[in-house]
């Protein structure tokens, strides 16, 4: 704390807007992909945060039946109707750079991974769908939207020697550290 007093991260000589999340699951997300109007931060790009996966608590399932996912989805989608015998009306249709899931099918609709992560309260859009005993399972890595600065990869980063100064270059490209 003390290393960085009176010190600020800037892009062109700007205040960035230094988003962070607490566990990536291997991968951080660019902000497109998570926020309407996202674009146009070119410091806050995918970056790799090894090391991640020793935060086993960041691995989480949820589980519905399929009665339970369609009430679940019929909170925002009255008319959606699934046929869990057909694969195809079920399925992750899209991913984003990152590998996460970008889009849904879900029977007659398609939704975004962040839709699908908030209706069926997921922590993260980096998840699997498996079905299994008529039960459909969400197997979720990582912890929040996977913009900017991983919690646990800085902390992995900092356990292998890095400095402030490295690990904030490593989550926020072609940033600079200027006195305030």
């Known amino acids: 704390v003390n290393a960085t007093k009176?010190?600020?991260?800037?892009?062109n000589n700007e205040p960035i807007n230094a988003f962070f999340h607490a566990n990536s699951g291997g991968t951080t997300e660019l902000p497109v992909n998570v926020w309407e109007g996202g674009s146009g931060l070119p410091y806050l790009q995918v970056v790799e945060t090894s090391g991640e996966e020793g935060y086993t608590q960041y691995s989480?399932?949820?589980?519905?039946?399929?009665e339970e996912l369609i009430n679940k989805l019929k909170e925002?989608?009255?008319d959606i109707h699934i046929d869990f015998t057909n694969n195809e009306d079920l399925k992750i249709v899209?991913?984003?750079?990152s590998n996460r899931v970008k889009t849904v099918k879900f029977g007659n609709h398609e939704?975004?991974?962040?839709?699908?992560r908030t209706l069926l309260g997921l922590k993260s859009t980096n998840f699997e769908i498996v079905?299994?005993?008529e039960k459909i399972k969400f197997k979720v890595k990582g912890y929040g939207h996977g913009v900017g600065m991983s919690q646990t990869g800085?902390?992995?980063l900092a356990k292998e020697g890095k400095n402030y100064e490295e690990i904030v270059e490593h989550f926020y490209i072609g940033v600079e550290?200027?006195?305030i």
Do not use: C, H, M, Q
Not at 94 to 97: E, G, L, P, Q, S
């Open 76 to 78: 925002k989608y009255i």
């Open 6 to 11: 009176g010190k600020i991260i800037t892009y």
């Open 94 to 97: 899209a991913y984003t750079d």
């Open 177 to 179: 550290i200027s006195e």
């Open 60 to 66: 989480s399932e949820v589980e519905f039946t399929g």
């Open 111 to 116: 939704l975004s991974g962040v839709e699908t």
């Open 131 to 133: 079905k299994e005993n």
């Open 154 to 156: 800085a902390n992995t």
